[in-house]
């Protein structure tokens, strides 16, 4: 059950990652930097970017209304929920009532509705579309991200994501081809949401997809920049609970927090710099052909739940 | 009692405000206050009788005899049937209020017809769900799906005249097929009483025949996918206040039909066939929900758009039931309250959010006098509380937490979950593919409905009236705002709601209640399988909020104003207002994607209209051979009449004397007959 000590430690790790997340796409700017033999921006430049945005003028455009205005605070808001209901220092969750993976994609879809909806709220042709393609995304992986969780949670007995990470890290899963599958293919998933390249640039807004940033100005955008890099650490932190829990502290207690955090963080360091050298060692792929790498996701998890059935 | 009699008064209120409809005539003033204001009396007794009947232990049961010996006159107000009665009551309460204001759009066209018409529509769906005897609920069946037909033809036009057609097709064709697995039953049970189908179980073949007969009337009535057809033409044609009952409601009296036929009267007799037809349930709802969806972010027309999503979440519901019978079949009664329970809480929600967004849309429309989304644009400027009642339903039907469109959508997936993880293997095969599909309606849904609100709501303006429109009447904000307030009140306050929605699904099953709620947490029955609290989502959601908007706030100080002024960025060239995103260009990705699906559309139109084309050549035929049977048998006939009425004619002096003697010859000829 939720006590306070749970919802304490809910609370301090969604801060906790709302400080830390500049820092991560700073490491990915520099991993980049370095592959591409450039002499590039501190590990620092994100927090500075935000700093300098936060005190610039604030410009809309004339038709935008309060769905526009409203967005920036709405993104940030529902990644740091979920940023509570994931477990990260711990096995179990935090917050119980958030951590179902049922309620964690839906409410990445809070997000998703207000992102789109800002870019037709604009009124600028390039940010309509990019909302478009934003959703188009969504179509194409929440299901490859629910039924690859979903198999992981048949595994476990609950969709909970502490419970299903607890049973994982224990080894009580009934069949051990079905969830490193189910992992391959949540992890692809993951990687398609965190909006890198050959599926998408989010650093880059003049590309289609990030198009709902183009009409964004100072204050908002420094929100939104830093909700997006929020959202990059919270998934893979997700991915990180629930299919890579080793390390993490069992039960509540200093030293296993500690511990925990510990890990954590390098877990996010290797992933990070994993996810650096990939996109960019690969180019951009067509929207259009998106689906047919997308089908390898469905394929994949489709796999898994099929080891599952078989029981192998 | 109170229950039967809170529905009775009710259905008097109705009876009384349809005719006080038609005498009141041309005085339309008078029509919209008095119809309205009977019309939400009559509500409010429907809600009491609903909420009251859902809080009694027992059904409450009146057994008249009627003027017909073989079929008694049974009402039965089971927890089942006060829920159904409570939904139809709260929706037709939100459509009186709202159509107040809005029938004025229908001035000097029978205004006092449409108020008839509401109320038979009303009453004879209450009737429908109330009625425990077949001869009767066939009756009212076919009585509301007349009254609704003439809401559907209201405007008299080639479209509106043409979907009402298709409607009187299909919801015909259904009753046929839904009249012959009730007389199947009546064989077995000798009496048309429901109580006695309940007393005879159906032996082992005929049992499914009755329940695929059924089923497939139902689904006609419920619009499931492939007998959908005749739904997005015939609600969007209605107006907008009766789109929102038939949508809201009448589709699920479809659905309650299949709930009483598959669990209530066939239960019983239900042996393992039970689990084929839970399966068959099941893919019936997934197939609809996705393709619903699919084929509603094509539309331009919004009421069509809208139409398509109650295909789609028609299926969602049947999901919830179709998991709730496999439940059933595998004698676990855990996992079937926990299947019906999340189809009749989506049920609900999805009348609340689905009325919602018809009476938003009737709202614009009522402004615009046009359908089409592409001429709107910007309204959220002009329209405010319109736009944010129409927000909150695009987000609820969207399935977003913590509204209600999401706690059942939760109890859905939680329910397929259980029967994953404990049923045969061919349940454990098909109920993680039935989430997968949800799981994709659901992100398909959430893009459907920032197309819809941002191209109606968001933006610049499309078009002249919808840069001239005005906020909606008082009435119909009113009764948009009961609505929406009933969509946050259902999702927030779910851990009350939950707990009679399970315990509604387990009077109907005959099951022991189900644990769904523990404190402000949500649960699955078991608190290791899953725990939601929306409750708990909403404060965090509002707690945290502060942080972006304090961060904002410390900066102000040291920035200039904020300034709205930049035209948006547009390449380079001058932006103009052909360039922002369309209704079409929207969903072009999608539209590029699921190609094969809106190819098998045109198929399914297809072969629907070569049924209709059929039926309009056997019309045309009775056209023709019409006037040959005037020629050849009524007319001679009226000839002859004609030519003995001259005749006698002759006998006609007009002399008052003659006719007296007329009248004596008369009695004397008596007289001489009797002697």
Same mark, same amino acid.
């Given at each position: 059950?939720?006590?306070?000590?749970?919802?304490?430690?809910?609370?301090?790790?969604? #801060?906790?990652?709302?400080?830390?997340?500049?820092?991560?796409?700073?490491?990915?700017?520099?991993?980049?930097?370095?592959?591409?033999?450039?002499?590039?921006? =501190?590990?620092?430049?994100?927090?500075?970017?935000?700093?300098?945005?936060?005190?610039?003028?604030?410009?809309?455009?004339?038709?935008?209304?309060?769905?526009?205005?409203?967005?920036?605070?709405?993104?940030?808001?529902?990644?740091?929920?979920?940023?509570?209901?994931?477990?990260?220092?711990?096995?179990?969750?935090?917050?119980?009532?958030?951590?179902?993976?049922?309620?964690?994609?839906?409410?990445?879809?809070?997000?998703?509705?207000?992102?789109?909806?800002?870019?037709?709220?604009?009124?600028?042709?390039?940010?309509?579309?990019?909302?478009?393609?934003?959703?188009?995304?969504?179509?194409?992986?929440?299901?490859?991200? #629910?039924?690859?969780?979903?198999?992981?949670?048949?595994?476990?007995?609950?969709?909970?994501?502490?419970?299903?990470?607890?049973?994982?890290?224990?080894?009580?899963?009934?069949?051990?081809?079905?969830?490193?599958?189910?992992?391959?293919?949540?992890?692809?998933?993951?990687?398609?949401?965190?909006?890198?390249?050959?599926?998408?640039?989010?650093?880059?807004?003049?590309? #289609? @997809?990030?198009?709902?940033?183009?009409?964004?100005?100072?204050?908002?955008?420094?929100?939104?920049?830093?909700?997006?890099?929020?959202?990059?650490?919270?998934?893979?932190?997700?991915?990180?609970?629930?299919?890579?829990?080793?390390?993490?502290?069992?039960?509540?207690?200093?030293?296993?927090?500690?511990?925990?955090?510990?890990?954590?963080?390098?877990?996010?360091?290797?992933?990070?710099?994993?996810?650096?050298?990939?996109?960019?060692?690969?180019?951009?792929?067509?929207?259009?052909?998106?689906?047919?790498?997308?089908?390898?996701?469905?394929?994949?998890?489709?796999?898994?739940?099929?080891?599952?059935?078989?029981?192998? | 009692?109170?229950?039967?009699?809170?529905?009775?008064?009710?259905?008097?209120?109705?009876?009384?405000?349809?005719?006080?409809?038609?005498?009141?005539?041309?005085?339309?003033?008078?029509?919209?206050?008095?119809?309205?204001?009977?019309?939400?009396?009559?509500?409010?007794?429907?809600?009491?009788?609903?909420?009251?009947?859902?809080?009694?232990?027992?059904?409450?049961?009146?057994?008249?005899?009627?003027?017909?010996?073989?079929?008694?006159?049974?009402?039965?107000?089971?927890?089942?049937?006060?829920?159904?009665?409570?939904?139809?009551?709260?929706?037709?309460?939100?459509?009186?209020?709202?159509?107040?204001?809005?029938?004025?759009?229908?001035? =000097?066209?029978?205004?006092?017809?449409?108020?008839?018409?509401?109320?038979?529509?009303?009453?004879?769906?209450?009737?429908?769900?109330?009625?425990?005897?077949?001869?009767?609920?066939?009756?009212?069946?076919?009585?509301?799906?007349?009254?609704?037909?003439?809401?559907?033809?209201?405007?008299?036009?080639?479209?509106?005249?043409?979907?009402?057609?298709?409607?009187?097709?299909?919801?015909?064709?259904?009753?046929?097929?839904?009249?012959?697995?009730?007389?199947?039953?009546?064989?077995?049970?000798?009496?048309?009483?429901?109580?006695?189908?309940?007393?005879?179980?159906?032996?082992?073949?005929?049992?499914?025949?009755?329940?695929?007969?059924?089923?497939?009337?139902?689904?006609?009535?419920?619009?499931?996918?492939?007998?959908?057809?005749?739904?997005?033409?015939?609600?969007?044609?209605?107006?907008?206040?009766?789109?929102?009952?038939?949508? =809201?409601?009448?589709?699920?009296?479809?659905?309650?039909?299949?709930?009483?036929?598959?669990?209530?009267?066939?239960?019983?007799?239900?042996?393992?066939?039970?689990?084929?037809?839970?399966?068959?349930?099941?893919?019936?709802?997934?197939?609809?929900?996705?393709?619903?969806?699919?084929?509603?972010?094509?539309?331009?027309?919004?009421?069509?758009?809208?139409?398509?999503?109650?295909?789609?979440?028609?299926?969602?519901?049947?999901?919830?039931?179709?998991?709730?019978?496999?439940?059933?079949?595998?004698? @676990?009664?855990?996992?079937?309250?926990?299947?019906?329970?999340?189809?009749?809480?989506?049920?609900?929600?999805?009348?609340?959010?689905?009325?919602?967004?018809?009476?938003?849309?009737?709202?614009?429309?009522?402004?615009?006098?046009?359908?089409?989304?592409?001429?709107?644009?910007?309204?959220?400027?002009?329209?405010?509380?319109?736009?944010?009642?129409?927000?909150?339903?695009?987000?609820?039907?969207?399935?977003?937490?913590?509204?209600?469109?999401?706690?059942?959508?939760?109890?859905?997936?939680?329910?397929?979950?259980?029967?994953?993880?404990?049923?045969?293997?061919?349940?454990?095969?098909?109920?993680?593919?039935?989430?997968?599909?949800?799981?994709?309606?659901?992100?398909?849904?959430?893009?459907?409905?920032?197309?819809?609100?941002?191209?109606?709501?968001?933006?610049?303006?499309?078009?002249?009236?919808?840069?001239?429109?005005?906020?909606?009447?008082?009435?119909?904000?009113?009764?948009?705002?009961?609505?929406?307030?009933?969509?946050?009140?259902?999702?927030?306050?779910?851990?009350?709601?939950?707990?009679?929605?399970?315990?509604?699904?387990?009077?109907?099953?005959?099951?022991?209640?189900?644990?769904?709620?523990?404190?402000?947490?949500?649960?699955?029955?078991?608190?290791?399988?899953?725990?939601?609290?929306?409750?708990?989502?909403?404060?965090?959601?509002?707690?945290?909020?502060?942080?972006?908007?304090?961060?904002?706030?410390?900066?102000?100080?040291?920035?200039?104003?904020?300034?709205?002024?930049?035209?948006?960025?547009?390449?380079?060239?001058?932006?103009?207002?052909?360039?922002?995103?369309?209704?079409?260009?929207?969903? @072009?990705?999608?539209?590029?994607?699921?190609?094969?699906?809106?190819?098998?559309?045109?198929?399914?139109?297809?072969?629907?209209?070569?049924?209709?084309?059929?039926?309009?050549?056997?019309?045309?035929?009775?056209?023709?051979?019409?006037?040959?049977?005037?020629?050849?048998?009524?007319?001679?006939?009226?000839?002859?009449?004609?030519?003995?009425?001259?005749?006698?004619?002759?006998? @006609?002096?007009?002399?008052?004397?003659?006719?007296?003697?007329?009248?004596?010859?008369?009695?004397?000829?008596?007289?001489?007959?009797?002697?």
């Amino acid at each position: 059950m939720l006590t306070f000590s749970h919802f304490i430690l809910g609370l301090f790790q969604a #801060l906790l990652l709302l400080a830390a997340a500049p820092l991560v796409s700073g490491l990915s700017r520099m991993v980049r930097a370095k592959l591409h033999t450039r002499h590039g921006p =501190g590990l620092l430049q994100d927090y500075r970017d935000i700093a300098k945005l936060l005190t610039r003028q604030d410009l809309t455009p004339p038709n935008s209304g309060f769905a526009f205005r409203l967005m920036p605070a709405v993104m940030l808001t529902t990644v740091l929920v979920i940023a509570m209901g994931i477990p990260m220092l711990t096995r179990f969750t935090p917050v119980a009532p958030i951590g179902d993976l049922i309620t964690v994609i839906y409410l990445f879809a809070l997000a998703r509705f207000f992102f789109s909806l800002s870019g037709i709220d604009s009124g600028s042709s390039f940010s309509g579309i990019g909302g478009s393609r934003e959703l188009t995304m969504g179509v194409l992986v929440e299901p490859v991200m #629910l039924l690859s969780l979903f198999v992981a949670a048949l595994l476990a007995g609950s969709t909970n994501l502490g419970a299903i990470g607890t049973a994982i890290a224990d080894g009580h899963v009934r069949s051990a081809t079905a969830t490193v599958i189910a992992a391959l293919s949540f992890a692809y998933a993951i990687y398609i949401e965190l909006g890198k390249l050959p599926y998408d640039m989010a650093e880059a807004e003049q590309e #289609l @997809q990030e198009g709902p940033l183009t009409e964004y100005s100072g204050p908002s955008l420094a929100l939104i920049k830093w909700a997006m890099a929020l959202k990059q650490t919270v998934v893979v932190a997700w991915f990180v609970g629930v299919f890579l829990p080793f390390g993490s502290a069992p039960e509540m207690s200093f030293f296993g927090l500690l511990f925990g955090l510990v890990a954590f963080a390098i877990k996010l360091v290797l992933i990070f710099a994993a996810v650096g050298v990939v996109e960019n060692s690969v180019a951009r792929v067509r929207f259009r052909l998106t689906p047919q790498h997308s089908w390898i996701g469905v394929g994949a998890a489709s796999l898994a739940f099929v080891f599952y059935l078989v029981g192998l | 009692m109170i229950p039967l009699s809170l529905l009775i008064m009710s259905l008097l209120l109705s009876c009384g405000g349809g005719i006080l409809c038609l005498l009141l005539k041309r005085r339309e003033g008078d029509i919209r206050l008095g119809g309205s204001g009977v019309g939400i009396a009559a509500a409010l007794a429907g809600l009491g009788a609903g909420l009251t009947a859902i809080g009694a232990g027992q059904p409450a049961v009146l057994d008249a005899a009627g003027p017909y010996p073989f079929a008694h006159f049974v009402l039965r107000l089971d927890p089942l049937a006060g829920l159904m009665i409570a939904v139809i009551s709260l929706l037709s309460l939100v459509a009186w209020i709202y159509g107040f204001a809005y029938v004025r759009e229908y001035a =000097g066209r029978g205004v006092g017809a449409m108020g008839f018409f509401m109320n038979a529509f009303i009453a004879s769906m209450m009737l429908v769900v109330a009625a425990d005897n077949a001869f009767w609920f066939l009756i009212f069946f076919e009585m509301m799906s007349l009254a609704s037909y003439f809401l559907v033809i209201f405007d008299q036009d080639d479209e509106a005249v043409g979907a009402g057609f298709l409607y009187f097709l299909v919801a015909h064709g259904g009753s046929v097929l839904i009249m012959a697995a009730f007389f199947l039953m009546a064989n077995q049970a000798g009496g048309f009483d429901f109580a006695a189908f309940r007393a005879h179980p159906l032996p082992a073949p005929l049992d499914s025949v009755a329940f695929l007969l059924a089923f497939i009337g139902f689904g006609a009535k419920a619009g499931m996918i492939p007998l959908h057809i005749w739904l997005p033409r015939a609600h969007p044609a209605a107006p907008s206040h009766a789109s929102a009952l038939m949508s =809201g409601v009448m589709i699920k009296i479809g659905v309650f039909g299949i709930v009483k036929v598959g669990i209530d009267l066939l239960a019983a007799s239900a042996g393992p066939a039970m689990l084929g037809w839970g399966l068959l349930v099941l893919a019936f709802g997934a197939v609809s929900s996705v393709l619903g969806v699919v084929y509603a972010l094509a539309e331009h027309d919004i009421k069509k758009l809208l139409a398509y999503h109650s295909v789609e979440n028609i299926g969602i519901i049947l999901l919830g039931v179709g998991t709730g019978m496999i439940g059933m079949a595998l004698h @676990q009664p855990v996992l079937a309250v926990l299947g019906l329970m999340a189809g009749l809480y989506h049920l609900l929600n999805h009348a609340v959010f689905k009325g919602l967004l018809f009476l938003g849309a009737g709202s614009v429309i009522f402004r615009m006098h046009s359908k089409d989304m592409e001429e709107m644009g910007g309204l959220a400027r002009n329209m405010p509380w319109t736009a944010l009642s129409f927000l909150v339903g695009a987000l609820a039907i969207s399935a977003i937490p913590p509204l209600n469109g999401f706690v059942s959508e939760w109890y859905t997936y939680q329910a397929l979950f259980a029967a994953a993880l404990d049923g045969t293997p061919l349940v454990a095969f098909a109920a993680p593919i039935a989430a997968v599909l949800l799981a994709l309606t659901g992100a398909l849904a959430v893009m459907c409905f920032v197309k819809a609100y941002g191209i109606m709501f968001a933006g610049a303006p499309r078009s002249h009236h919808a840069e001239e429109a005005r906020e909606a009447p008082a009435a119909m904000v009113a009764g948009m705002a009961v609505l929406a307030v009933a969509c946050v009140a259902l999702g927030l306050l779910a851990p009350l709601v939950a707990p009679v929605m399970g315990r509604i699904a387990a009077a109907t099953i005959g099951a022991a209640p189900v644990t769904l709620a523990v404190g402000a947490t949500l649960l699955p029955g078991d608190a290791q399988q899953a725990t939601l609290s929306t409750p708990l989502i909403a404060i965090l959601l509002i707690a945290m909020a502060f942080l972006p908007i304090g961060l904002k706030a410390a900066f102000a100080a040291k920035r200039g104003g904020d300034r709205k002024a930049a035209a948006p960025w547009a390449a380079g060239y001058l932006p103009d207002h052909h360039m922002p995103a369309t209704a079409g260009s929207f969903a @072009q990705p999608i539209r590029m994607f699921f190609a094969p699906l809106y190819t098998l559309r045109r198929a399914i139109a297809g072969r629907w209209t070569g049924i209709t084309l059929g039926f309009e050549r056997v019309v045309t035929l009775a056209r023709r051979t019409e006037p040959l049977a005037d020629r050849s048998v009524i007319a001679p006939i009226v000839g002859v009449v004609d030519a003995g009425g001259k005749r006698l004619q002759a006998i @006609q002096g007009g002399d008052f004397r003659i006719y007296c003697l007329y009248i004596v010859a008369a009695l004397i000829a008596l007289l001489a007959l009797a002697v």
